[in-house]
């Protein structure tokens, strides 16, 4: 097997890329990316508050980005409910956001170069193959690496595309984290070969995300703890393509009294339930940062007035706080 090179890009992506890291080396900039699979619940506000303040406290740029791929998971007026609750909190953005459909002639460019490159794979294993090779529920964490060594067949075979799979290589993945555990995964035991183009044609998240962190110019990704397993891949990711990654905090997420993360699935409360009931934007800042422990519970106030209050160190002691409780759990 000839080892992957540095993928050749078209010079026009080559620039770009060039430009996000340029953008990064220039200051504080972070980005918000819900999906547009339904309204923001309180534990996602919560995370666009802290990522909010960061970028605000250290006088970079909060942009905000639609991860809008994946077409059947998206929810009409999504994206519309999203702005309007954001700008209801006052929590403002800056620039126009970007959406990841936008950015498809992109991902595919980037994908072919990669592939050219040696970097990918095509995989045909099902996801029931997958799931029943598995121990004892649900899909493997890891992808055993079945296709790895097949020959190289990229057409469809029965009717059906493979998907693309990175190639990764031996060794421990690391990152900057300010927040969640530690920043460093095992590539093989942990991260595994990651599917970035799916064989229904769709790109993965962990391309899309980590492509858009580089051509945006995000310093610093600030996102739930729920994404830190994700982090490696996206890492991997932007190894192949030549560029080293940004600095990462993973911020708790907001649990409910049986210790179960909210989640939209399961029709966690957003702004509209807690508007119903009355609250209005001050009281609703004052609930999510009570929930952090940064005002005292029933506190009233606007984002900027608690922006106001803290003190950029207040913030990041905040987070090394909250990284000692949990590796103390
Ligand atoms: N779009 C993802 C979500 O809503 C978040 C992506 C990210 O922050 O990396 O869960």
Redesign the pocket.
Known sequence: MVPAQTPRLPRHLQARLEAGLRQRGQGYRT?????P?GPLHRG?LRTALVSWLEARLRGGEWLL?I?DLDGPRNRPGAEASILHDLRWLGLDWDGPPLRQSDHRGLYASLLSALRRAGWLYPCRCSRRLLADVSAPHGALAVYPGFCRERPPRWGPEAGRLPSWRLRLGEGVIRWRERCGSTGCQDGPSTVGDVALRRADGLVA?HLA?AVDELLMGISD?V??D??WS?TGA?VAVMAALGAPPPSYAHVPLWRDAQGERLSKRHGAEGLAGLRDRGEDAAGVIGLLAASLGMVPAGSRLSAGELLADLSSQGLDRWLQQERRIREKA
């Open positions: 980005r918000f990316a819900p999906s699979t996602n980005r991860d998240y995300t990704v996102r739930g729920d994404l994700s996206q």
